[in-house]
């Protein structure tokens, strides 16, 4: 028998909802979400927001979407209706986005059908600045809504909440599934990690303490907005003659860089971390078309941090995303010598000399 998958499972629950049963309710829901940084590289996907490969992040603490919504709920309503702001405007091109999202995830989330939504967003962080917002702003969203669903039907399930929250924002950005667990979050089916899924990310804990306080410097090379979206550039995966090398190269690494985190290998860490941040850009290059989305600066950067590691023997490295900005990874040990070198060496090669600070933190929250 084939097993139920936590999809289905879902879709269960759903079903057996008797939304005509439930009183009408106002209220709202307010969460922040943190964005992500991918150390091993989801790049190439399958229907319906399948990845590929396995990937694994490190959740960043400062870089949050904060999003609040303000629900009325009446089980007679049957049009639903939303309102978004972002940042105290109207944003349609995000409007857009959002109605295509509610439509897709109410067939597990019910009562969105009976329910108008007014939602607010804002950001801590500059759009286009190379962190992902997609992420942040998704897992919020998801998060604000399993929240409503679960104040109306009264049923909380604390132990399942964040993993419903994690599906649910896949099915908005892949790369947000990661944002709902502190420190690293793994996402993907992958042998030797119980609890994996392609479904959902899970929490990765089992860390050596030594990289208990990694930074992450966005070191912004350029500030515009990206040349490739996400979805043209998984799209692109599909006929490029390296993918299945990628895939079953982002699943070695994925095995390398546990191992380093588990033991405190810090040279095999930066070194997997940096080949997976190649492997993304590698793929774009050789896509049809082939994106070139490093500028002058990033290789600057790039060879600037591999000749201080080697000069100082410090433990910092880079990692990229889909963009000439570079991702800065270091340790907080370090924090004086690194931020010295910052800027003294590479902030002249960033737009107007800029960088955003953030470091590992303990994922979303409510407020
Ligand atoms: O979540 P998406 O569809 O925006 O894809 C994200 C892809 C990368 O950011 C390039 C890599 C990753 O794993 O986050």
Redesign the pocket.
Known sequence: MMEETYSQQLLNDAASLTVKALSPASGSAGWSCPS???LI???G?KPVQIPMNP?L?MTLDEARTFTRVDYTFDPAQTDPAFSFSFEGRQAPAFSQRIEGYLKFITPYLPLLAHTSLQIESRNTFPHSSGI?S??SAMGALALCLLDIEQTITGTAHPEEFMRKASFLARLG????S?SLFPQFSLWGKSEGWTGSSDEFAVSFSGFHPSFGNLRDTILIVEAGAKKVS??A??GLMEKNPYAPVRFEQARVNLGEIRNALESGDWPLFLEIMEMEALA?HAMMLTGKPGYLLMQPGTLSIIQKIRAFRKETGKRLGFTL??GANVHLIFSGNDSDRVNAFISSELLPHCENGRAISDRMGDGPQRF
């Open positions: 992500n940084i991918a590289k989801y790049w996907k990937s992040s992902a997609s992420a950005s892949g790369s947000a990661r996400s979805s550039g998984h993304l995303d889909a």
